[in-house]
């Protein structure tokens, strides 16, 4: 039987991907992030606004999207509620999503190759660094920014769009005999769903240090509440009954 809710986020399950960039003084930054989807050679990338991930794709129009195998799971952990925005502990709230960060203990962290403990890959066509640890790698170019949110109070996030220009894998994912195909059935991604990281197996693969914020405080990004009236409910399912017949 089917109940209404009013979910505070809309993680249903999507593969963690490691985003990184450069910053503004030749380092590299790494994002953790689950809000990614593919179309063809372009991949979608939703990220909140004054992120230093969203600063640096916007400079240089360039990045690396770094799959994680289910196994990596130190390494998102350790990145997680992380930033490489120096400005954390002085944003105001005016700051959208950069200020939720800093209200849910979010610190800046320089070098988050040596934190999360991940060895730096040159790329080919890009100048963001690959990570050596992720199977799959891809370059990529900034090609479209827009806006999200746009008839809602909860502003603060943009989809950005990119181009995938050079791929790399590792053979131990690749299918036999094939040049260009993966092998489903080696590919292990690392999934996220509402917060939590999971493979492809049954069971968590790690306890997850993003899932330590609790859902609701997202709410602000998402769906007001709505209030939990047994009156209301029943006549909502009642309106649903007349509806069907």
């Known amino acids: 039987m089917h109940q209404t809710i ?14 990184t960039t450069e910053n503004g ?45 289910d196994d990596i799971n130190d390494a998102v952990n350790a990145l997680a509620r992380t930033t490489g925005a120096a400005d954390i502990t002085t944003v105001e709230p005016d700051a959208g999503y950069l200020y939720f960060k800093r209200m849910n203990g979010y610190t800046y962290v320089a070098d988050k190759f040596s934190h999360a403990n991940l060895m730096a890959q040159a790329s080919e066509l890009v100048r ?22 746009r008839d809602s109070d909860a502003k603060g996030s ?21 040049n260009n195909v993966i092998d489903p059935d080696l590919w292990r991604p690392m999934i996220m769903s509402f917060q939590e990281l999971y493979g492809l197996n049954p069971g968590k693969v790690a306890p997850s240090v993003l899932a ?33 017949n």
């Open 128 to 149: 963001p660094a690959r990570i050596a640890e992720c199977p799959a790698q891809m370059e990529a170019e900034l090609v479209g920014v827009y806006d999200m949110c």
């Open 25 to 69: 003084n030749g380092t590299f930054n790494i994002c953790p992030m689950s809000s990614a989807w593919w179309l063809g050679n372009r991949c979608m990338l939703g990220l909140g606004i004054g992120s230093q991930t969203m600063v640096n794709l916007r400079r240089t129009k360039q990045c690396v999207i770094n799959l994680p195998s």
């Open 158 to 178: 943009m989809a950005l769009e990119v181009k995938v220009v050079h791929t790399h894998v590792d053979d131990s994912i690749r299918m036999e005999g094939h």
């Open 212 to 244: 330590q914020i609790e859902e609701e405080k997202y709410r602000a990004f998402s769906n007001p509440k709505e209030d939990d009236d047994t009156e209301e409910m029943a006549n909502r399912t009642t309106q649903s009954e007349q509806i069907r």
């Open 6 to 19: 009013s979910p505070s986020i809309f993680y249903w399950g999507t593969v963690v991907a490691l985003i």
